[in-house]
């Protein structure tokens, strides 16, 4: 890499885990005897790849400050926002004075607590003289169909069909002007589909199928066990 362009992370964590049905955010829920935003933030700080870390938190969230590692010196903390894009936008304002334009940032999942060093330097190497970036994802391997109502209408060709992981790998400067640009529209729901929407092509990488999110109650028993395979 050019020892010009440094890599910094930034992790979206305002989000309330409607899905989970939890008593809190899933990202504070346990896992293996921390908390699930403990386990991604530790494997963002043990891949020795960023700078530093913003992690974008809701300003009435009682359980960030008592975490040991929200006072880890690489994490800074900023404003969560309403939507993802508001919270990414604000930890790529934390940042400023700190990055440069060139530098790439890797927007990750607070909720993917499985990432392995492994997929980071893989999407850094990857995409690193790559004029735009690009995100971790996975090819689909189930049948695919279209449906309106609760009714088939086509079978969708698989080949072209990606399911996006994250981190997501872009210049600084590029997507904070991207959010910037898009700001309030419904149809980001990632960092790439603002990049997208402003007719950058970002590029895909093969990630691992461990890589999970967790969205609902049994995710947290299989990232468990992803996490056992993986330590073996």
């Known amino acids: 890499m050019n020892s010009t362009q440094a890599c910094w992370a930034v992790v979206p964590a305002a989000g309330v885990g409607k899905r989970m049905q939890a008593d809190r955010p899933k990202q504070y829920l346990v896992l293996a005897d921390k908390t699930v935003i403990e386990h991604t933030l530790n494997r963002l700080i043990q891949s020795a790849a960023f700078q530093a870390i913003a992690v974008a938190i809701s300003s009435e969230d009682p359980y960030w400050p008592e975490l040991a590692i929200a006072s880890h010196p690489q994490v ?22 700190k990055a440069d334009e060139q530098d790439w940032v890797l927007v990750h999942d607070a909720a993917r607590p499985c990432l392995t060093s492994a997929d980071i330097h893989l999407l850094i190497n990857s995409l690193t003289n790559d004029a735009v970036g690009g995100i971790l994802a996975l090819s689909s391997h189930d049948t695919l169909k279209h449906v309106e109502g609760n009714t088939i209408s086509a079978s969708v060709d698989r080949k072209h069909i990606w399911r996006a992981l994250t981190p997501q790998m872009f210049r600084y400067g590029m997507l904070r002007d991207a959010l910037q640009q898009t700001e309030g529209n419904p149809a980001i729901t990632d960092e790439a589909s603002a990049l997208e929407l402003l007719g950058y092509q970002p590029k895909i990488v093969e990630g691992r199928p461990d890589n999970l999110k967790i969205t609902r109650p049994e995710d947290l028993a299989l990232a468990q066990f992803y996490m056992e395979q993986q330590d073996d």
């Open 76 to 97: 800074i903390t900023a404003p969560g926002g309403k939507e993802r894009a508001d919270s990414v936008l604000s930890a790529l304002k934390a940042l400023q004075g």
